[in-house]
């Protein structure tokens, strides 16, 4: 089982420490960089995220590098006055990027879409409606009615290369309104392992029972709050009844079936679990 695997968007080297440390991050917004969004969208000049030279703005503290690395959402403008302000070209989705960014601007700009995300999305309080306002330099959000603390949420979802009883075959589904085939994937609920969720989530989508449910890697997947983790399953028997709520097919594709399939989602961990299986045969 691997150990270190460096997923894209994982392994974030920004010092997330000095984000309680007031008096650093005084002086540091002026020679930081300052990302810009809008509505989950990175503001970019020339296919490059922009750095405003300046905001007044509300920041989130993404990090220290040699500078301080910050971010700031225009989404209450328009999406072309936003473009303006920035002094950028266009907004565009950040997995579309993918290919020109080297790994680390990747993880910044997907860990900083998340915590905007989040930050536009707990501006009240769940328990009282209260206005919430930042602390830790965005990490937290206080409400300002009955003081509720209100920190980044993360949900997390896992990932499932199912093996069939042989080992020579997994299984794919292809999800309502898709085009393509996937791995299984879902949402864990509260009350479950992340095991659980694997057994379960088979068992409702695909009428697949399993023997063994193995972790094998986890993925940072702020679009917009995910922790995918993933695991290989082996199942008991060859049966597959699709639920078809969910998925329009689900069967079992060899090898050579999967890689005449191409790689639909190369920043995916999916991809990761899929060629990791590729490799075994
Ligand atoms: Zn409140």
Not at 97 to 103: I, K, P, Q, S
Not at 142 to 171: G, N, T
Not at 221 to 240: E, H, K, Q, Y
Request: with cysteine.
């Amino acid at each position: 089982m691997p150990s270190d695997v460096t997923l894209p968007y994982n392994g974030l080297t920004l010092d997330r420490g000095p984000r309680t440390d007031a008096d650093w991050l005084a002086g540091a917004l002026d020679d930081g960089q300052i990302l810009a969004f809008w509505q989950d969208r990175c503001l970019v000049a020339g296919g490059r995220p922009v750095s405003l030279p300046h905001t007044d703005r509300e920041v989130v503290f993404l990090g220290a590098a040699q500078a301080g690395v910050f971010a700031t959402d225009l989404s209450d403008l328009d999406a072309e006055a936003a473009v303006r302000e920035a002094g950028a070209d266009a907004a565009v989705d950040i997995r579309g990027l993918f290919g020109d960014l080297d790994r680390q601007e990747a993880a910044t700009l997907a860990y900083a879409r998340g915590m905007l995300h989040w930050a536009r999305n707990q501006r009240f309080c769940g328990a009282c409606g209260g206005r919430t306002a930042a602390e830790q330099a965005g990490h937290l959000r206080r409400c300002q009615d009955c003081a509720k603390l209100h920190f980044p949420r993360i949900e997390p979802a896992v990932i499932m290369l199912v093996e069939s009883p042989d080992r020579r075959r997994c299984l794919l589904a292809k999800h309502r309104g898709a085009t393509s085939y996937s791995t299984l994937a879902g949402f864990v609920e509260i009350g479950e392992s992340l095991e659980d969720a694997v057994r379960r989530e088979l068992n409702e989508e695909a009428g697949v029972r399993v023997r063994d449910v193995g972790y094998q890697a986890s993925q940072a997947w702020p679009f917009p709050s995910g922790l995918m983790i993933g695991f290989r399953a082996l199942a008991a028997t060859d049966d597959v009844t699709v639920d078809h709520d969910e998925l329009t097919e689900a069967r079992w594709f060899t090898r050579d079936e999967v890689r005449a399939l191409g790689d639909g989602r190369p920043d995916s961990i999916e991809s990761y679990l899929v060629e990791t299986w590729l490799g075994e045969g």
